[in-house]
């Protein structure tokens, strides 16, 4: 198992350029994720999905697409980068249930200048 | 809201003490609390898994403990080693899916 993996691991845009952060897991998990962590801030849900075909946003949507065509798939998108998305993003994947261990991916840092 | 906290925000100590990270949360109405392990510029690496139902789970050196109703848990790590250097992250699932976090403990261990 590769587990969750994650592509770019880094990125650099300019404001206003859009990009997708990939996210893809081999373990079948229904419940995937996508958070992100700053300085000082912690780790914040920004959107997760509770199968293929179902999104919802977590404690900070704005900025950020998100779509779930597949159980191993779950794309990150920005729109139009600003420099207040300069930040680590991390995806992550888990069964449904109570006891729902949840696994990370090595993350994406970006960079928007 | 759910709220997470981890004091101190860093710790030092010398290899081979043993040690006690601790996390609490203000709803105890959780359904579980997972301990995580972060290397600097690196991901998240999941330690242990305490469901609300349990009371401790042990890995190797690490064990974990929850007291709902007091809103806390502990992680003990056992006679320390260098390579324990990392910071440790909280982080309790109360309703639905999503991980709250706290911002984590760094830990340092000098040989």
């Known amino acids: 198992n590769a587990g969750v993996t994650q592509t770019p691991k880094f990125q650099v845009l300019k404001t206003g350029q859009s990009m997708t952060l990939q996210c893809a897991q081999d373990?079948?998990?229904?419940?995937m994720s996508w958070y992100r962590q700053d300085p000082g801030m912690g780790l914040r849900l920004i959107h997760y999905s509770v199968g293929a075909g179902i999104t919802d946003q977590g404690e900070v949507p704005n900025g950020y697409n998100v779509s779930r065509s597949t159980t191993e798939d779950f794309p990150l998108r920005l729109l139009s980068a600003a420099p207040s998305q300069t930040s680590v993003y991390f995806c992550?994947?888990?069964?449904?249930?109570?006891?729902?261990?949840?696994?990370f991916g090595p993350g994406t840092r970006l960079t928007v200048l | 809201k759910q709220e997470v906290t981890q004091i101190p925000a860093a710790l030092s100590v010398p290899e081979g003490e043993n040690l006690v990270l601790n996390c609490s949360f203000t709803?105890?109405?959780?359904?579980?609390l997972q301990w995580f392990r972060q290397d600097p510029g690196k991901g998240l690496t999941s330690l242990l898994l305490i469901q609300s139902s349990q009371r401790e789970q042990t890995s190797g050196r690490l064990n974990a403990s929850l007291d709902k109703s007091s809103g806390r848990s502990t992680l003990y790590i056992a006679a320390s080693q260098p390579g324990d250097s990392a910071t440790y992250l909280c982080a309790v699932i109360d309703r639905g899916t999503a991980l709250i976090f706290g911002k984590g403990t760094t830990l340092s261990v000098s040989s």
């Open positions: 992550a994947s888990s069964y449904l249930g109570s006891s729902n261990e949840q696994f």
């Open positions: 373990m079948n998990h229904e419940y």
């Open positions: 709803d105890s109405a959780i359904y579980n």
